[in-house]
Every structure is written in structure tokens, then in C-alpha cells.
């Protein structure tokens, strides 16, 4: 069975899906991640998964419009 999940309702996105869902790019996630050691990343073996409300949240409190 293939299930279709909407991508704001998953528990986590990877990578191209957090890129299209927050309008950020993939190439500035993958950099943001390695720099980053945050609740908000899974991996899951060499697979990068971004738990969606835990950045969600981390994003409201630590990014400023200048």
C-alpha cells in the first residue's frame, strides 16, 4: 500500500521535502544540519530526516527578520 501523507501533517520531511515546505535549500539545510546538532534532526542509518513541528519551532525562536 503507498500511503500520500501531506507534508504538514508528517512527523518528519527529509531533506527536498523540508526544503519545499520551509523555502529554504536543500544545499543551506545540508549545511545548516552538519553544523547543527538539534533535537530537530533523525537519522535514521545515513538518512536525514528534519522532525517538522521541532524546526518549525526552532526557526520561530532563533530566526530574526532583519
Not at 533535537?39 to 528534519?50: A, E, Q, T
Amino acid at each position: 500500500m503507498n500511503y500520500r501523507v501531506p507534508v504538514w501533517l508528517k512527523y518528519s520531511l527529509n531533506v527536498e521535502e523540508a526544503s519545499a515546505y520551509f523555502g529554504i535549500g536543500c544545499k543551506t539545510l545540508h549545511q545548516f544540519i552538519a553544523e547543527h546538532d538539534e533535537s530537530f534532526v533523525l537519522m535514521i542509518g545515513l538518512h536525514v530526516r528534519i522532525k517538522r513541528r521541532l524546526f518549525e519551532e526552532y526557526l520561530d525562536l532563533n530566526v530574526s527578520i532583519l
